[in-house]
């Protein structure tokens, strides 16, 4: 089955600077990888996606890169902010499955 | 209107009960799904069903039984609860595989 890996567990950034969270991934077939926030007792929530036939996908501050051959993705946030404080999680998808990542706990020091 | 609902929001209750979590939504998605989420915060799918057909059924102890009456609803069911099933369980649907999945804002179960 897919084994997600998420590096590194927890990251603190001062407010501005930009957070990378990298997630590597083991069975070929996945082909879409999402990544989702999660603020303390909430639920997970969809912030990026990218598909395998896509390298670099940006959103505002969000952007996600995607290497099919090294089996490679990260998330980049850039001009952190307070509210980005969180746990994000990477995923690998094959079909219906998603795999995920163990997660990242963000802080954001003002 | 919450897209994906889930009652109830927490549940507190004493070892070797039986007890069920119910799941709907409103999105018209053809695909939901069950994740647990432990105390160390890890997301496993648990099943999944398309179409009220199951179609994702993990490594899960058959103590746990979901049911699918119809598309926009998927409940789970969880005979002789021990400590180990304490975790936050999350539904959530997808219009199908490789879609964005939306989550319910979780049940918070606690076994005394």
């Known amino acids: 089955g897919e084994n997600v890996e998420q590096h590194p567990s927890t990251l603190s950034v001062q407010e501005g600077d930009s957070a990378v969270i990298k997630c590597t991934y083991s069975?070929?077939?996945?082909?879409?990888f999402p990544w989702y926030k999660q603020e303390l007792g909430k639920r997970p929530q969809l912030i990026i996606d990218?598909?395998?036939?896509?390298g670099e996908k940006k959103d505002q501050r969000i952007a996600v890169t995607l290497n099919k051959t090294a089996k490679h993705f990260s998330l980049h946030i850039t001009e952190t902010q307070p509210e980005d404080s969180a746990v994000y999680f990477c995923?690998?998808?094959?079909?219906?499955?998603?795999?995920f990542g163990a997660g990242t706990t963000v802080t954001v020091r003002a | 209107d919450t897209a994906v609902s889930q009652t109830p929001k927490y549940l507190v209750t004493q070892m070797g009960n039986d007890k069920s979590i119910k799941c709907e939504q409103n999105?018209?998605?053809?695909?939901m799904y069950w994740y647990k989420q432990d105390s160390k915060k890890f997301l496993k799918i648990m099943f999944s069903?398309?179409?009220?057909?199951?179609?994702i059924n993990e490594t899960v102890p058959n103590r746990f039984s979901p049911k699918s009456p119809d598309k926009a609803h998927l409940n789970l069911h969880i005979n002789s609860l021990e400590l180990g099933d304490s975790a936050v369980y999350f539904c959530?649907?997808?219009?199908?595989?490789?879609?964005?999945?939306?989550f319910g804002d979780g049940t918070r179960l606690s076994i005394l």
């Open positions: 069903y398309n179409n009220k057909e199951l179609i």
């Open positions: 990218i598909r395998s036939n896509v």
């Open positions: 995923a690998a998808s094959n079909d219906y499955k998603l795999s």
């Open positions: 069975d070929s077939a996945s082909n879409y």
């Open positions: 999105l018209g998605h053809d695909t």
């Open positions: 959530a649907s997808s219009q199908g595989g490789d879609q964005p999945q939306h």
